[in-house]
């Protein structure tokens, strides 16, 4: 399947730092990417969907101001977590849909990002 | 209000032990639903996608089906390695976003 890359894998910060996370299709071009925030044993909590050469849209209850999304070309988007606080900590995952499908293609995840916020 | 129950929480099996997975969904207007496959630690791993009712697929030692209401992933005599927690997602839009279950962790004795 496709191949979406995550960097970076995990990542350990003082609190009121901020962060940056890439995400990048590797072998296609995405005009749509999403991000996802996983705490543990939860399941994936869509927080904001990102497309190419426009502003995100966040989910409802995800600060736009604290939560940074770029997606600056067909095969990478960033988050950047601005002032990090302790509970901010959790697993970021991006994901990214095949174009040849249109509204159903199949959607393929990145590694995930581990924040850890001290 | 759109959403997607997995069941059971957790399952242990012996390894050869056939056993499903089952997904519950409420969505307006189905679009697909997709099953996941996560290891601890790592990002979800597609494994199929179902897009009406009636539709079966396999893979391997996996089988996923698919009605008006649920989806069930069959495993038949499972190994060890299939040990991971099981995603189920329904797609929703125009944008093409998942609504998730919180999965079922599979536990594979052998």
């Known amino acids: 399947g496709a191949v979406v890359s995550q960097h970076p894998s995990w990542v350990i910060c003082k609190s009121g730092t901020s962060v940056k996370i890439e995400c990048r299709s590797l072998d296609f071009q995405a005009t749509t990417m999403f991000w996802y925030r996983q705490f543990p044993k939860q399941s994936l909590m869509l927080m904001a969907t990102s497309n190419e050469g426009s502003k995100a849209t966040y989910e409802q209850g995800v600060e736009k101001d604290k939560f940074l999304i770029n997606h600056a070309s067909l095969t990478l988007s960033t988050l950047t977590v601005t002032s990090a606080h302790p509970e901010d900590s959790s697993f970021y995952i991006c994901s990214a849909r095949t174009p040849l499908a249109g509204y159903t293609g199949e959607l393929f995840f990145g590694e995930g990002s581990r924040l850890t916020v001290l | 209000e759109d959403q997607v129950t997995q069941s059971p929480e957790a399952l242990r099996l012996q390894e050869g032990e056939s056993s499903s997975l089952n997904c519950s969904y409420t969505v307006s207007g189905l679009r697909g639903l997709f099953w996941y496959r996560q290891d601890p630690g790592k990002g979800p791993e597609f494994l199929f996608t179902?897009?009406?009712a009636g539709e079966e697929k396999e893979k391997e030692r996996l089988k996923a089906t698919l009605t008006k209401k649920e989806s069930f992933l069959h495993i038949t005599a499972p190994k060890p390695e299939d040990s991971a927690t099981y995603l189920c997602?329904?797609?929703?839009?125009?944008?093409?976003?998942?609504?998730f279950g919180k999965g079922t962790k599979l536990s594979v004795k052998p």
């Open positions: 997602a329904v797609q929703r839009g125009s944008q093409g976003n998942l609504i």
């Open positions: 179902l897009y009406s």
